[in-house]
């Protein structure tokens, strides 16, 4: 069982179909990572919520989570929103440990696979 988790961690969608790119991407990183949980979780509009996950991962018995958020930039959502429901899920489960990463859309290598393929 694993001890670790990544939580993708995205805006959501009205339209389910929205979240095909994000359900794929926790399908690779699972192949890539077979030792951790990868699960989905949104910021609105969409289930579960990272809260939601959170205790579900919790209550699995992981104790080491990674917030990856996969929005291209950071803005207002991941300046306030993300930091206040990190805290939240932290003064529930006080043993659990939380790594909030940047967004995934300003690191370098991201930045450089999106401009290859706008270019092809």
Do not use: N, Y
């Not at 929205?18 to 969409?46: C, K, N």
């Not at 991941?78 to 003064?91: A, C, G, N, R």
């Amino acid at each position: 069982m694993a001890r670790r988790a990544i939580i993708l961690f995205a805006h959501g969608a009205r339209d389910p179909q929205w979240a095909r790119p994000f359900q794929q991407l926790v399908a690779e990183l699972g192949e890539l990572l077979p030792g951790e949980r990868i699960v989905l979780a949104f910021l609105e509009l969409m289930q579960p919520s990272l809260d939601q996950c959170a205790a579900a991962l919790h209550a699995e018995g992981i104790r080491q989570l990674r917030v990856v958020p996969v929005f291209l930039g950071f803005g207002g959502h991941l300046k306030q929103d993300l930091p206040e429901q990190v805290k939240t899920i932290e003064k529930k489960f006080a043993d659990l440990q939380i790594t909030l990463e940047p967004p995934i859309g300003e690191q370098p290598e991201v930045i450089a696979a999106i401009a290859r393929a706008i270019a092809r």
